[in-house]
């Protein structure tokens, strides 16, 4: 219940502190509006470039990543087939 009567209050001070300090209000969102837009262009640069750099990073990763697959590919390939060569040498010694 209190904070209900303490928002209607707060909003009605609110309501008559903006009829009364129209004018200043103006001024001063006038003067707020073009440094938040700088600002927020300034972060929307930086998030953007950051992006970018990211995403050269993956590309280049993932050229890196298809050759070095290719090489892990054929060394397990060889591997197994000298398992698989080892495995017969064993089942052969033992019969």
Do not use: R
């Not at 219940?1 to 004018?23: E, F, Y």
């Not at 972060?43 to 995403?55: P, T």
């Not at 298809?66 to 017969?88: N, P, R």
């Amino acid at each position: 219940m209190k904070t209900l009567i303490g928002g209607a209050v707060g909003a009605v001070l609110g309501l008559i502190g903006l009829s009364v300090w129209w004018k200043p209000f103006l001024q001063l969102l006038a003067g707020a509006i073009p440094i938040m837009l700088l600002l927020g262009g300034g972060l929307a640069l930086y998030l953007g470039f950051d992006e970018l750099k990211d995403s050269w990073k993956k590309d280049e990763t993932t050229t890196d990543t298809t050759e070095s697959a290719t090489d892990d590919v054929d060394k397990y390939k060889k591997e197994i087939d000298d398992l698989k060569k080892e495995i017969e040498t064993l089942k052969t010694e033992k019969d």
